[in-house]
T-cell receptor, first 113, second 112 residues
Framework: DVKVTQSSRYLVKRTGEKVFLECVQD?????MFWYRQDPGLGLRLIYF???????EKGDIPEGYSVSREKKERFSLILESASTNQTSMYLC????????????FGPGTRLTVT | SQQGEEDPQALSIQEGENATMNCSYK?????LQWYRQNSGRGLVHLIL?????REKHSGRLRVTLDTSKKSSSLLITASRAADTASYFC????????????FGKGITLSVRP
């Protein structure tokens, strides 16, 4: 079974802090994704990556950056956390490029105070 | 931009009844997928239907796809309390480089 793990289930940070959210998958998937989920807005794609050191912006990349130094690990970085980044963050991975299902981690609920 | 739109937003049924959820989308797709999310958890993939397929079954799930109407439906038969969750459709639009666009979800409550 595919396993996608995220470094924290719950995280509380202060405004202005640099925040790292880590995601690791164990199935050698090429694609990895970061979403945020907010009530009434569904899932919105922040960034995704097709390969090591590759990244592409999703629908809402502002205020975020990502890093993919190894195939199994995809990190989301909030350079200077703000209260409007309080959200549930979901990482996902999938095979190849052409429409395979995504496997999700359990999510990190981030609160920025 | 929101591609998939689910309908209804919320559904409450009695255990044993069937649940039907609908999804409409706007542009051409390679495939459409349905996911389930239990409260406070990640999403779990349920079923994928490709654009050249019209119907697909998996256990108690039946998915249909009508590309002429740009719509899909998910039917859960003989529902159970454990089916209580949010359900999302996601579209893999043609030319979207395998990005999925998710709808806002349907909240299904199954009363025991």
């Amino acid at each position: 079974d595919v396993k996608v793990t995220q470094s924290s289930r719950y995280l509380v940070k202060r405004t202005g802090e640099k925040v790292f959210l880590e995601c690791v998958q164990d199935m050698d998937h090429e694609n990895m994704f970061w979403y945020r989920q907010d009530p009434g807005l569904g899932l919105r794609l922040i960034y995704f990556s097709y390969d090591v050191k590759m990244k592409e912006k999703g629908d809402i990349p502002e205020g975020y950056s990502v890093s993919r130094e190894k195939k199994e690990r995809f990190s989301l970085i909030l350079e200077s956390a703000s209260t409007n980044q309080t959200s549930m963050y979901l990482c996902a991975s999938s095979r190849l490029r052409l429409g395979y299902e995504q496997y999700f981690g359990p999510g990190t609920r981030l609160t920025v105070t | 931009s929101q591609q998939g739109e689910e309908d209804p937003q919320a559904l409450s049924i009695q255990e044993g009844e069937n649940a039907t959820m609908n999804c409409s989308y706007k542009t051409s797709i390679n495939n459409l997928q349905w996911y389930r999310q239990n409260s406070g958890r990640g999403l779990v993939h349920l079923i994928l239907i490709r654009s050249n397929e019209r119907e697909k079954h998996s256990g108690r799930l039946r998915v249909t796809l009508d590309t002429s109407k740009k719509s899909s439906s998910l039917l859960i038969t003989a529902s159970r309390a454990a089916d209580t969750a949010s359900y999302f459709c996601a579209t893999d639009a043609t030319g979207a480089n395998s990005k999925l666009t998710f709808g806002k979800g349907i909240t299904l409550s199954v009363r025991p």
